[in-house]
């Protein structure tokens, strides 16, 4: 089998050090070979201030001195001076002149397909292919097929660098796709085991969504600004879309989600006050972006700006809107506003802003969860910027309740036949802790310290709501098995930094427990 190179490399090199002393030459000398002459990534990913945001400063020239244990990353510090190393971590952090052209041919050309891959009439294990977890271990760049019954690592396959928005499946659960940061899209078969090929959607991206038919996956683009959408049946291009304003000022899209209701994807726009929503329909009617006369059938007087598979509708909102959470039923969608202190809601039957709510202290929408409570469906979400989770009606749009916590969290979770929710303490010295709190009471009921000193995060449940998962977000972490109900601890798996999983069913039933 093809094993693709996906570690961080500053890397590799021919050339014996030389006295050059200009960031490009020192680049050219020491790092091109397997970051690309233009620095966008080879063997090695890409070397830009967006992909590079988290190792900024000191920690980038820690990098580029020491190397990285168990990967291609040499050391460096034998062979630069102090201020080569310094000068060669600013060039890195130094934006491209130009933003070099990433279109249809380019994405094609960089696809590849698995020659040794054969798909199998059938599971090649024993285990309940709908209850596997897929566990990203971002410590080393590798994924863990982990079987949900038993608890055993079935493959472990290495994936591009910086895999980020989480892995998507095809609706049946055969098939997860995962995209780096650097816009490299992979497709693996969970039931052979085995990658079927990948390819690179963008520069620098930020996420990806699956069709409600499972026909076409969507890539959300920072670099350049597009949404790339490719067939997942053979991760050929479909469709390249600029994006940009009404004016045609281009921006960055901050994520694309699937609203398999609607049959439609939705983007966030980071610069432009506008949500997008994209057919994935064929007969999608027309849409309109200019003035219309009458909307009766047969009587439109006015030119559609598209129509059909991919069809384009513009909805305009106050300001640019992040981070989005969906009702259930796809009718509405509440986004983060970008002063970080109110949330917005839109209704995307009519296109427009219904309700203002106070959320203060960046509420990470995004994790947000569902339920019934006391007869009514509410949401919860966490806030990145101060310790409390805000507990939302969603018919009155109001915030019925406020959980104080030991510090801001980053991802909730539950399941439909638990009683539980459970809240990571990702910021600040409880980083430790997780709190299980009841969805009635709306009382913490416990706070379980997995590790204590260690970054605890990240809750997924199996299928049937049996257990949950905690990862240890560490480079010598783990992953802990709770049983649900009892909160005891069953087993524990050492892993590379498990940043998160992702149980397949509870992922292609869009389970209320889990984030969409």
Not at 25 to 48: K, Y
Not at 196 to 225: E, F, M, T
Not at 383 to 394: K, T, Y
Not at 456 to 463: I, L, P, T
Request: net charge negative.
């Amino acid at each position: 089998m093809i094993r693709f190179i996906a570690t961080l490399s500053l890397a590799a090199l021919a050339s014996a050090p030389g006295h050059a002393t200009e960031p490009a030459e020192l680049f050219a000398a020491h790092c091109a070979e397997c970051h690309g002459p233009s620095r966008l990534g080879g063997i090695g990913p890409a070397l830009l201030p967006e992909t590079l945001g988290r190792m900024r400063g000191p920690v980038l020239a820690e990098v580029i001195a020491a190397g990285r244990a168990n990967t291609q990353m040499p050391a460096f510090s034998g062979s630069l001076g102090a201020d080569e190393i310094a000068t060669l971590a600013a060039y890195l952090e130094t934006p491209l002149a130009e933003v070099p052209p990433w279109g249809p041919e380019e994405i094609a050309a960089s696809r590849s397909l698995d020659p040794e891959y054969v798909p199998a009439a059938a599971p090649a294990f024993d285990a309940d292919p709908m209850n596997l977890f897929v566990v990203v271990e971002s410590g080393d760049h590798h994924i863990s097929v982990l079987d949900g019954d038993r608890f055993e690592v079935l493959d472990r396959f290495p994936t591009p660098f910086a895999v980020h928005g989480g892995p998507k499946f095809s609706p049946d659960g055969r098939f997860v796709f995962v995209m780096s940061r650097d816009g490299w899209v992979q497709k693996y078969d969970l039931w052979s085991l085995h990658e079927v090929g990948r390819i690179r959607a963008g520069l620098n991206s930020r996420n990806i969504a699956i069709s409600h038919d499972g026909k076409w996956l969507a890539v959300a683009n920072y670099l350049p600004a597009t949404v790339t959408i490719l067939s997942t049946e053979d991760l050929s291009v479909a469709r390249v879309i600029a994006v940009a304003d009404r004016k045609g000022n281009p921006s960055r899209v901050s994520a694309v989600y699937q609203a398999p209701p609607r049959a439609s994807f939705i983007l966030a726009l980071k610069d432009a006050p506008e949500i997008w929503e994209i057919s994935t329909d064929p007969e999608a009617p027309p849409r309109h972006e200019g003035f219309v006369h009458s909307f009766e059938t047969g009587m439109e007087e006015a030119l559609a700006s598209s129509e059909g598979l991919f069809a384009r509708r513009r909805i305009e909102v106050a300001q640019p809107l992040d981070d989005f959470f969906f009702t259930p039923d796809y009718r509405n969608l509440i986004g983060a506003a970008r002063d970080g202190e109110h949330g917005v809601v839109v209704n995307l039957a009519t296109g427009r802003e219904i309700a203002e709510l106070p959320l203060t202290g960046l509420p990470h929408l995004g994790s947000g969860i569902s339920w019934t409570l006391q007869g009514r469906r509410v949401m919860a979400t966490p806030h990145l910027g101060e310790p409390r989770l805000s507990v939302i009606d969603l018919e009155t749009w109001e915030v019925v309740a406020t959980i104080d916590m030991l510090g801001p969290g980053f991802f909730l979770r539950s399941h439909e036949t638990s009683p539980h929710v459970w809240a990571d303490v990702f910021f600040g010295p409880d980083r430790d802790a997780i709190h299980v709190i009841d969805k009635e009471t709306l009382e913490i009921l416990r706070t379980l310290r997995p590790i204590p000193g260690a970054t605890a995060a990240h809750v997924e449940f199996d299928r049937w709501g049996r257990h949950a998962l905690v990862s240890i977000w560490e480079d010598d972490g783990a992953l802990i098995v709770y049983d649900a109900a009892t909160l005891e601890e069953l087993k524990r798996l050492p892993m590379r930094k498990p940043s998160g999983k992702y149980n397949v069913w509870n992922k292609i039933t869009f389970s209320d427990g889990t984030s969409h």
